[in-house]
C-alpha cells in the first residue's frame, strides 16, 4: 500500500505560464517564512523570505503572500521557465531568526514543459 | 570560495556499520547544521552548531553525533548505522543567526543494507 508522504504534490505548467505553489504551515506562533528551490541531486537554495508582520513580498520574478489567518503560504512564480523545474520547499520558523528553528514541509515538484 | 562541500556523495553501509560524513565550508559561517531528507519529505534538522565547540540537538539527533573542533569543520557521525538512516544528508552554513544566508552543500546520499 501507499506510505504517507512518498507522494509530493505536483504542478505542471506550460513555459511562460505563472504557476502557484501552495504551503500549509502547522504553528501559529511562526514568524518568519522561507520557500527553497531544490534541483535535482542538488541542495536546496534559498529563494524568498517573508517575517509575520508582513502579507506581501516580491522579488524578482517570485511573489511570497503569507495569510496568518489560515495559516497559509504562497509562492507566485511569474512567467514560468524550464529551469524552474525542481521540487519547492515552504519551511516556518518558530524561533524568530534564531537559528536551527526551521520546520520544512514536504515540497512540491513543479514541472515547466516547454 | 568552494562554499559548503560534503564527502563523500555517495555510501553503502551494513547495520552496525559506524562512519563520518564529512561537512566543510570556507566561508568562516559561524552556524553549522545537518539535515537528513526522506523519499517525499522535507529535510528535518539533526544537530546544529552556532560557533566552534558549541553544538546542539535538532528533531531528529538519535543515532547521531556531532562536534565543532574547528570553525570550518562540523562532521557528522553515525555509531551504529541502520536501515532507517537510509537518507540523503545535507549541511549547510550561515554567516548568521539569520536563515536567508543559509547555505547548503551537494549532499551525501547513504544507504544502510
Known amino acids: 500500500g501507499e506510505s504517507v508522504g512518498l507522494h509530493l504534490p505536483t504542478l505542471s505548467v506550460q513555459e511562460g505560464d505563472n504557476s502557484i505553489i501552495n504551503c500549509a504551515y502547522s504553528n501559529s506562533a511562526s514568524d518568519y517564512f522561507i520557500w527553497y528551490k531544490q534541483e535535482s541531486g542538488k541542495g536546496p537554495q534559498f529563494i524568498i523570505d517573508?517575517?509575520?508582520?508582513?502579507d506581501k513580498r516580491q522579488g524578482q520574478r517570485v511573489t511570497v503572500l503569507l495569510n496568518k489567518t489560515v495559516k497559509h503560504l504562497s509562492l507566485q512564480i511569474a512567467a514560468t521557465q524550464p529551469g524552474d523545474s525542481a521540487v519547492y520547499f515552504c519551511a516556518e520558523n518558530t524561533g524568530g531568526t534564531s537559528y536551527g528553528k526551521l520546520t520544512f514541509g514536504q515540497g512540491t515538484i513543479l514541472t515547466v514543459h516547454p | 570560495n568552494a562554499g559548503v562541500t560534503q564527502t563523500p556523495k555517495f555510501q553503502v553501509l551494513k547495520t552496525g556499520q559506524s562512519m563520518t560524513l564529512q561537512c566543510a565550508q570556507d566561508?568562516?559561517?559561524?552556524?553549522m547544521s545537518w539535515y537528513r531528507q526522506d523519499p517525499g519529505m522535507g529535510l528535518r534538522l539533526i544537530h546544529y552548531?552556532?560557533?566552534?565547540?558549541?553544538?546542539d540537538q535538532g528533531e531528529v539527533p538519535n543515532g547521531y553525533n556531532v562536534s565543532r573542533s574547528t570553525t570550518e569543520d562540523f562532521p557528522l557521525r553515525l555509531l551504529s548505522a541502520a536501515p532507517s538512516q537510509t537518507s540523503v544528508y545535507f549541511c549547510?552554513?550561515?554567516?548568521?543567526?539569520?536563515?536567508?544566508?543559509?547555505?547548503f552543500g551537494p549532499g551525501t546520499r547513504l544507504l544502510v543494507l
Open positions: 517573508i517575517r509575520s508582520n508582513m
Open positions: 566561508m568562516n559561517h559561524e552556524y
Open positions: 552548531s552556532v560557533g566552534a565547540g558549541i553544538t
Open positions: 549547510a552554513s550561515s554567516p548568521d543567526r539569520a536563515q536567508e544566508t543559509q547555505y
